[in-house]
T-cell receptor, first 115, second 111 residues
Framework: EAQVTQNPRYLITVTGKKLTVTCSQN?????MSWYRQDPGLGLRQIYY???????DKGDVPEGYKVSRKEKRNFPLILESPSPNQTSLYFC??????????????FGPGTRLTVT | GQNIDQPTEMTATEGAIVQINCTYQ??????LFWYQQHAGEAPTFLSY????GLEEKGRFSSFLSRSKGYSYLLLKELQMKDSASYLC????????????FGKGTRLSVIA
């Protein structure tokens, strides 16, 4: 089944404890992206990647890191989480360039709470 | 800058028709998307418009006017399961580039 998977789905952690949220897609998509979603603010992009070893900052990159060593995986790293990073996080991927709408396919979400 | 506006909330009656509007001001334009998102779940793709006009897909239709920076999503024969947030998103550059999302419209369908 074509899908984007994220782990963990739920995480409660403490300030300063490094964590990684994994994202994997099995559709051979070149483009991958991370968003956070907060009430009243909508979806905001954190980082995106157009291809392996190519990553770019989105609108709210502070406090986050990403890597794209393989096409299928795009982990989100919080080196020192803080309470303002409590949010619902979505990973997304889309089709390779070549024409078409490139609609994004979203993972199921990771609800992170930092205390 | 980039700006996408949608109403925050709407309420409509089961069986009725509802139109959700979206206006955008972006540096460029290369397509507009509508996504549906149920509470706590992932957004799912509904429609894509890149040329002016109406795209119909079952009970859902989406319209685009590039000269006016305007789109709407039309939902017919509303069902209770259509209660969700509807997100408008614009791609402002050519190619497989990031989307700019609006804050979404929360639609409540009542009996």
């Amino acid at each position: 089944e074509a899908q984007v998977t994220q782990n963990p789905r739920y995480l409660i952690t403490v300030t300063g404890k490094k964590l990684t949220v994994t994202c994997s897609q099995n559709m051979n998509h070149e483009y991958m992206s991370w968003y956070r979603q907060d009430p009243g603010l909508g979806l905001r992009q954190i980082y995106y990647s157009m291809n392996v070893e190519v990553t770019d900052k989105g609108d709210v990159p502070e406090g986050y890191k990403v890597s794209r060593k393989e096409k299928r995986n795009f982990p989100l790293i919080l080196e020192s989480p803080s309470p303002n990073q409590t949010s619902l996080y979505f990973c997304a991927s889309s089709l390779s360039p070549g024409g078409g709408s490139y609609e994004q396919y979203f993972g199921p979400g990771t609800r992170l709470t930092v205390t | 800058g980039q700006n996408i506006d949608q109403p925050t909330e709407m309420t409509a009656t089961e069986g009725a028709i509802v139109q959700i509007n979206c206006t955008y001001q972006t540096s460029g334009f290369n397509g507009l998307f509508w996504y549906q998102q149920h509470a706590g779940e992932a957004p799912t793709f509904l429609s894509y418009n890149v040329l002016d006009g109406l795209e119909e897909k079952g009970r859902f239709s989406s319209f685009l006017s590039r000269s006016k920076g305007y789109s709407y999503l039309l939902l017919k024969e509303l069902q209770m399961k259509d209660s969700a947030s509807y997100l408008c998103a614009v791609r402002d550059r050519s190619g497989n580039t990031p989307l700019v999302f609006g804050k979404g419209t929360r639609l409540s369908v009542i009996a």
